[in-house]
């Protein structure tokens, strides 16, 4: 992609019921666990002088509720009305089509010849009702095409959109991209060719109940 980018700040959704139990979400939805309600608040007072310096941001939310419900909180701690989130379908969560709803043994051991070929083609491959990494990541680029480039932005956003943003931000190597593991609690600030991964410190997640910094997803 050769288009300026804008700095943009993407924030991954509070932990869910499926997160806890180990389920892919995709385009299905689960809500925040009473744990997601505090990663949430616990994100905003770490990111609120953050977001109070981008001055004129534009801020965006995934339609799906993990994200809007997330938002919602951000827009609260923030005293920021919560109708200037837009709503946009190009940040929804990959979609794993016939994979959704199942744990990462369960592919493996009912789905074989799909999880081997996913395994083999990372990047192309398209489970059955599904979207390739390659595919989300040319949904994403058509999104940041359409942004205001010279005002910065805020996204309410999935871990796997979140990745492919790094990857486009950094031009990460695929390798790389693969490889990128993250806590539910945080948040990265991107602008060109550089990331600034801004975690949440113990203290303040100690202060509002959190389990730590929150779980990563396998894929």
């Known amino acids: 992609m050769t288009e300026t980018l804008p700095t943009l700040l993407v924030i991954r959704h509070g932990e869910t019921q499926w997160n806890v139990a180990g389920r892919l979400q995709g385009s299905r939805d ?34 799906l509720g993990r994200a809007r419900q997330t938002a919602s909180i951000l827009a609260d701690i923030w005293s920021l009305p919560f109708e200037r989130f837009g709503e946009t379908p190009l940040l929804a969560e990959r979609c794993y089509g016939v994979w959704e709803g199942r744990l990462h043994g369960e592919i493996e051991r009912d789905l074989p010849e799909q999880y081997d070929a996913h395994a083999a083609d990372p990047w192309d491959y398209a489970m059955p009702g599904g ?16 942004l205001d480039q010279t005002r910065p932005h805020v996204a309410v956003t999935h871990s796997g959109c979140l990745r492919a943003l790094r990857g486009i931000y950094t031009r990460a190597s695929p390798a790389a991209i693969l490889a990128f593991r993250e806590p539910q609690t945080s948040a ?20 509002f109940g959190c389990e730590g910094e929150g779980r990563t997803v396998w894929i």
């Open 188 to 207: 990265f600030l991107l602008s060109e060719s550089t990331e600034q991964m801004l975690g949440v410190p113990r203290a303040t997640l100690s202060a």
């Open 131 to 146: 979207e390739s990494r390659t595919a989300l990541a040319e949904r994403l680029r058509t999104w940041l095409r359409s």
């Open 30 to 63: 689960t809500p925040l666990t009473v744990n997601g309600v505090r990663q949430a608040q616990a994100v905003a007072v770490r990111l609120s002088e953050t977001v109070a310096d981008l001055t004129d941001a534009a801020f965006w939310v995934s339609p």
